[in-house]
């Protein structure tokens, strides 16, 4: 079996300097090619203003109908704009390659998707992107803890079933589910999120790969509920899943060595806490 450490060490390996390079070569390429694009559509544009036949803002888009271009708009602005939308894409998918938002709960990777839409992104270079990951790859364990913790602070405690200290075999969640008219349905949101979250920590700690979010244990329940709607108890291989019309669901756990591990990164953030265990 593999130890915690070494399950993490797996999905957060540092995205090779090779490959770095070559993105880093390739982004300064493609920006040193827009950028000469954009002083020749300006000169041809001053050109055409000459002769009465107006700019590229008007000759080169569609009649009444002016989408937004930023070839269109002053050279440095421009730059700016399109420099940060290609960095963008880029730190997006380094992040994706290199497992660190598997380790992530939802709001975790909604803040990060977030941080991205900010105009001061930093810019991918070499050493940034070098310095970005050695840093997540320092904290990795501390933020797959607190995905754990998240989902932990995340139970309602209105329920005995739920104890506020550790997790137990059993814990109930309200609004999980909605009954309308149309039957009974899985409800979207961050009970969704939850749910996802806590499959892909029990993953982790078995050592196992993630699900991918398209057959991950939301999707899964969502078309169980779809497909049998005269029966209220989902099954796999990690939980049993009763709801309710009232909305609520009752998770339980099949593997309890995994919850104890769950358990022992509960006790490390909050001391005591367990000692009644």
Same mark, same amino acid.
């Given at each position: 079996?593999?130890?915690?450490?070494?399950?993490?060490?797996?999905?957060?390996?540092?995205?090779?300097?090779?490959?770095?390079?070559?993105?880093?070569?390739?982004?300064?390429?493609?920006?040193?090619?827009?950028?000469?694009?954009?002083?020749?559509?300006?000169? #041809?544009?001053?050109?055409?203003?000459?002769?009465?036949?107006?700019?590229?803002?008007?000759?080169?888009?569609?009649?009444?109908?002016?989408?937004?271009?930023?070839?269109?708009?002053?050279?440095?602005?421009?730059?700016?704009?399109?420099?940060?939308?290609?960095?963008?894409?880029?730190?997006?998918?380094?992040?994706?390659?290199?497992?660190?938002?598997?380790?992530?709960?939802?709001?975790?990777?909604?803040?990060?998707?977030?941080?991205?839409?900010?105009?001061?992104?930093?810019?991918?270079?070499?050493?940034?992107?070098?310095?970005?990951?050695?840093?997540?790859?320092?904290?990795?364990?501390?933020?797959?803890?607190?995905? #754990? #913790?998240?989902?932990?602070?995340?139970?309602?405690?209105?329920?005995?079933?739920?104890?506020?200290?550790?997790?137990?075999?059993?814990?109930?969640?309200?609004?999980?589910?909605?009954?309308?008219?149309?039957?009974?349905?899985?409800?979207?949101?961050?009970?969704?999120?939850?749910?996802?979250?806590?499959?892909?920590?029990?993953?982790?700690?078995?050592?196992?790969?993630?699900?991918?979010?398209?057959?991950?244990?939301?999707?899964?329940?969502?078309?169980?509920?779809?497909?049998?709607?005269?029966?209220?108890?989902?099954?796999?291989?990690?939980?049993?899943?009763? =709801?309710?019309?009232?909305?609520?669901?009752?998770?339980?756990?099949?593997?309890?060595?995994?919850?104890?591990?769950?358990?022992? #990164?509960?006790?490390?953030? =909050?001391?005591?806490?367990?000692?009644?265990?």
């Amino acid at each position: 079996m593999q130890t915690e450490a070494e399950v993490l060490t797996d999905h957060t390996d540092v995205i090779c300097s090779t490959s770095i390079k070559r993105i880093v070569t390739g982004r300064n390429a493609v920006l040193a090619q827009i950028e000469t694009l954009m002083q020749q559509l300006d000169d #041809i544009s001053t050109l055409t203003r000459s002769i009465s036949g107006k700019t590229a803002l008007d000759w080169a888009m569609k009649q009444d109908y002016r989408c937004g271009c930023w070839l269109m708009e002053k050279p440095e602005a421009a730059m700016k704009a399109i420099t940060r939308n290609i960095d963008r894409g880029i730190w997006r998918d380094l992040m994706k390659r290199s497992g660190m938002l598997s380790l992530m709960d939802a709001a975790a990777r909604e803040q990060w998707y977030n941080s991205l839409e900010k105009e001061d992104i930093p810019v991918v270079s070499e050493a940034n992107i070098l310095s970005t990951f050695e840093q997540l790859h320092h904290n990795k364990q501390e933020v797959f803890e607190r995905g #754990i #913790i998240n989902v932990f602070r995340g139970l309602s405690w209105d329920y005995k079933t739920n104890n506020p200290c550790y997790f137990g075999k059993k814990i109930i969640v309200n609004n999980l589910v909605k009954y309308d008219k149309w039957g009974c349905g899985l409800n979207w949101g961050w009970r969704r999120d939850q749910l996802a979250d806590l499959e892909r920590m029990l993953f982790m700690l078995d050592g196992k790969t993630i699900p991918d979010n398209r057959h991950d244990v939301t999707i899964r329940l969502m078309d169980f509920i779809r497909d049998n709607p005269h029966q209220q108890v989902f099954e796999d291989e990690l939980f049993t899943i009763r =709801y309710f019309q009232k909305g609520s669901g009752h998770i339980t756990f099949k593997r309890m060595d995994l919850v104890e591990k769950m358990n022992d #990164i509960i006790a490390k953030h =909050y001391p005591g806490m367990l000692a009644a265990k």
